[in-house]
């Protein structure tokens, strides 16, 4: 199917990789990707049309760190710093969780990330053959993994744990190519060298992008020193190979110089994630200085225990102001750069470069966002108001793949009310 989208301002992306805000132009979708960009005398026939007038037509928002089943913990622990956070509140919630449970929470995660406009997620947590297929049915973009952890060098604690791993990697199918598995540990801290250095051998053939949470807390980033002979995570995982292939890094605020040097040199992504950082009082990452060393950083919420929502609007209004903050200068944080990293650089980190940007030959995984709000008027600059005054709520449609998920409050792959209620039975059975 084919549909021309007019009557709206347009957020393409150049040939240089710039944005370009089109006033008077349409954009066509043919099957799953943008067919045409440009004057309507000039645009192909299409089967439908739709009038988006009063819209702005943007990248799908990439969510590049997320751990989407903890809607079912939302809140919990509030208050807590992120180990007393995890060991008191966190964990005893999540041994309790089953399947059923991790569906449910799905499903709850990708209705409020549709309905901000997020098309494509990282997704780490439990039980990821049930996250995926809720992800790949509801028609969401992501990538999923099997959590890595290892609490034994001489036994394996989980046992099965690498082979579990190795098995998603192998056998995930998706015939849509939307939804894909890669490697993940879940961290240095949660892992030992043994299990690290497997998943880097494993990696050699499979050459999957590899998920992992690095130098969350300063307390992190010193006890892997202490065990590891000077090392921080970063130089830890060079070491044992897992910066070999394609990684991003969730945090990173407390990466230091060398640090950078080498995320740089192999090509290793940062993953920003304000919100949570600072309600965990983790600190701010350097991402002032994460680009100055040529490195690629997204942005991520987090999970809904430490954020508490899935907003990727709110992650870029906060991302630009540490970044303004922290390096006491209002000319850095632009929005255009700002609104790179929750798209384009999100998709590359996840190693994807067929989506993140509204250009011919692209997946069309496409938003509108409204301007028919006083919030939103007058919209003299594009990009600094979808940073700087648009909400969640602002999204009126979001497309993957070529198909309309959410469109004006209505899901269409997802039955709202069925899933209300499997929620509230795993709230039920969960507290």
Request: glycine content about 8%; some cysteine.
């Amino acid at each position: 199917m084919s549909i021309k989208f007019k009557n709206c301002i347009i957020l393409a992306t150049d040939e240089n990789g710039h944005f370009s805000v089109l006033k008077h132009e349409v954009l066509c979708v043919d099957t799953d990707k943008i067919s045409y960009i440009g004057p309507e005398a000039d645009a192909p026939y299409c089967d439908c049309e739709k009038d988006m007038k009063g819209a702005v037509l943007m990248p799908g928002i990439v969510n590049a760190h997320c751990h989407g089943p903890m809607t079912l913990l939302r809140g919990v622990g509030g208050g807590l710093a992120l180990q007393e956070w995890l060991e008191t509140a966190v964990f005893p919630i999540e041994d309790k969780m089953k399947p059923i449970d991790i569906e449910a929470g799905e499903m709850l995660a990708v209705m409020e990330m549709l309905a901000g406009g997020t098309t494509y997620v990282s997704e780490m947590y439990d039980f990821p053959w049930n996250s995926g297929k809720v992800l790949s049915d509801t028609g969401m973009r992501a990538n999923i993994c099997r959590v890595g952890l290892s609490f034994s060098e001489e036994t394996e604690i989980p046992k099965g744990r690498f082979d579990e791993c190795v098995d998603l990697v192998k056998n995930w199918k998706d015939p849509y190519d939307r939804v894909r598995a890669e490697f993940c540990l879940h961290s240095e801290y949660l892992t030992n060298e043994s299990f690290v250095s497997r998943i880097a051998e494993a990696n050699k053939d499979l050459k999957k992008t590899v998920n992992v949470h690095v130098s969350e807390t300063y307390r992190e980033h010193e006890e892997c020193k202490a065990r590891h002979n000077g090392l921080t995570p970063i130089q830890y995982l060079e070491k044992c190979g897992i910066l070999d292939n394609k990684t991003y890094a969730a945090h990173c605020v407390w990466v230091d110089e060398e640090d950078r040097r080498i995320m740089a040199e192999k090509g290793t992504s940062a993953i920003h994630n304000p919100s949570s950082n600072c309600k965990l009082a983790s600190g701010f990452a350097p991402v002032k200085e994460l680009l100055e060393a040529k490195i690629n950083v997204g942005i991520g919420t987090d999970g809904t225990a430490s954020n508490d929502n899935l907003n990727m609007f709110e992650e870029m209004h906060l991302a630009s102001m540490l970044i303004k903050c922290v390096g006491k200068d209002a000319t850095l944080g632009k929005a255009e750069d700002i609104i790179k990293m929750a798209t384009v650089n999100g998709a590359k980190a996840m190693g994807r470069d067929d989506t993140g940007e509204l250009k011919t030959g692209m997946k069309a995984d496409i938003i509108a966002v409204s301007l028919d709000k006083p919030h939103m008027f007058p919209a003299f600059d594009i990009p600094n108001i979808l940073v700087y005054s648009a909400q969640a709520s602002d999204v009126i449609m979001t497309m993957v793949d070529g198909n309309i998920l959410y469109e004006n409050g209505e899901y269409k792959t997802i039955d709202k009310e069925k899933t209300m209620a499997l929620v509230k039975e795993s709230l039920e059975r969960l507290y």
